[in-house]
């Protein structure tokens, strides 16, 4: 597969197929995606590869703390600024729209919003979860060095004809991920990432997030 077509073909995927994703194809997705830069090779990943009962666990545990506290816990970092300004706020907004119309939820259906949300927390059905952590210490450039081992593993899942779904969800959840895969305090715990076989006829998968054009975004400086 060429690198475009693996970028061009990779979105977020929100729906899964049960069928399993090995062990092998895990390790070698996440051993080539070290390979990705970072600033002076600090390699500042760390992930826990949930499969069979042991992904199964995770989303039993985080469905009993849910029966008392349905959102978790505040995540250790924002995922968003806390004031986030234009354009970022209405991109954010305008990609939630168009999910969420994909299922013909509207927004004054709080329930089931909250209930779709919340298969996040079953990795939305997918057979392999990963959970992204960082040690404390790191700074900006090791987030963005994390970053692009992310993105790497998110490419390579579709040569393995994966999908994929990064999931800050699960920040949301971070005490009852560090109990059970013993997350030392000093780490934090950034996001996890279904992994799986997406389920083609889900709606919700029918969703293309817009990008900006790229004027927006690019300049280049080309006379002097
Ligand atoms: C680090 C990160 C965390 C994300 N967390 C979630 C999440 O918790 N739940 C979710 O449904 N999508 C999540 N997303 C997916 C984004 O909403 C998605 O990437 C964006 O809307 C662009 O769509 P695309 O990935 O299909 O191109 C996350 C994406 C990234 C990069």
Known sequence: MK?????????????????PVSRETI???????????????????????LIGPARDELVRRVAEFRKQHPMGTPPEYHIYPPALTEPY???????????????????????ARIAFFSRNWEFFGAPAGLIFTIDRQM??????????????IMLLAREHGLHTCPQEAWAMFHPQIRE????????????????????????????????????EYLTVWETA
Not at 29 to 40: D, N, V
Request: with cysteine.
């Open 27 to 49: 390790e070698k997705i996440i051993s080539l995606a070290a390979r990705a830069p970072s600033g002076g090779n600090v390699q500042p990943w760390k992930v826990h590869a």
């Open 89 to 111: 706020k209405t991109r954010r907004f305008r990609v939630g729209e168009m999910m969420y119309a994909t299922m013909n939820i509207p927004r004054e259906d709080k329930a």
């Open 180 to 215: 059970y895969l013993s997350v030392p305090e000093n780490e934090m715990i950034f996001c996890g990432m279904a992994v799986g076989d997406a389920d083609e006829t889900a709606p919700v998968n029918t969703l293309e997030s817009e990008r900006a054009p790229l004027a």
């Open 3 to 19: 690198v475009s077509d693996a970028i061009a073909t990779r979105k977020t995927m929100r729906a899964f197929k049960p069928d």
């Open 139 to 152: 700074q900006q450039g090791q987030w963005a060095d994390l970053g692009m081992f992310l993105q790497n």
